[in-house]
């Protein structure tokens, strides 16, 4: 799945900082959903916005959607993630029987005027994902001078990939490794180099 240049991911796309406070370490949130590249005009009976169409898909998932997006439970293993496109369309991932799905999407949303990819991988297993990643950065017994957490820099669910990326300040096969050995091996999570965000 390519993007060109401009992209809003929709689908609670989020950065997990470490950093270090008296007592140890702590979690920030930076969600990508901030920076709206592009706009979408077209909102009315007939043609609802992208943006209508995926709050109308989360509420379907649950109305407290908001409040539960970092929940895996709170998404249907079919569901891959959604975004909109460089031409504002509504694009909805998803596993498994694609035409199904379709059809299934298109009586949640009351219009067919979105896009359905196919993916290898559900957005319940990302967030599991990050949740198991969020567990070994908030666990106090792991030592500061572990490989990770000397270089971690963030991690976030790419929708338009299909995985978890792992910013490393530094990659290679010491740090990797540990990370696969002491928190993941799934093959759902791509490392990238990448540097500290900077304090605002």
């Not at 999407?105 to 957005?123: A, C, Q, R």
């Not at 995985?163 to 999570?189: C, G, H, M, Y």
Request: hydrophobic content about 35%.
């Amino acid at each position: 799945m390519k993007a060109t240049t401009f992209f809003l991911l929709i689908s609670m796309s989020w950065i997990f900082f470490n950093s270090c406070n008296q007592s140890g370490r702590q979690r920030s949130e930076a969600s990508s959903s901030d920076s709206v590249a592009g706009s979408v005009t077209a909102n009315s009976k007939d043609n609802p916005s992208a943006m209508d169409l995926h709050e109308k898909l989360m509420i379907s998932f649950s109305e407290d959607w908001m409040e539960r997006e970092s929940d895996p439970n709170l998404y249907p293993d079919y569901y891959g993630g959604s975004f909109i496109d460089n031409n504002g369309t509504f694009v909805i991932t998803v596993t498994g029987n694609r035409e199904q799905h379709i059809k299934q999407l298109i009586d949640i949303l009351g219009t067919d005027n979105f896009n359905v990819e196919s993916v290898k991988y559900s957005y319940k297993q990302m967030m599991q994902e990050m949740d198991r990643i969020d567990a070994f950065l908030i666990d106090t017994t792991i030592p500061e001078n572990h490989p990770v957490m000397t270089h971690f820099a963030g991690a976030y669910p790419d929708v338009m990939e299909n995985s978890v990326k792992v910013i490393l300040t530094v990659v290679n096969k010491e740090i990797t490794d540990a990370f696969r050995n002491d928190i993941s091996n799934s093959p759902l999570v791509v490392f990238e180099q990448g540097e500290l965000p900077g304090l605002f």
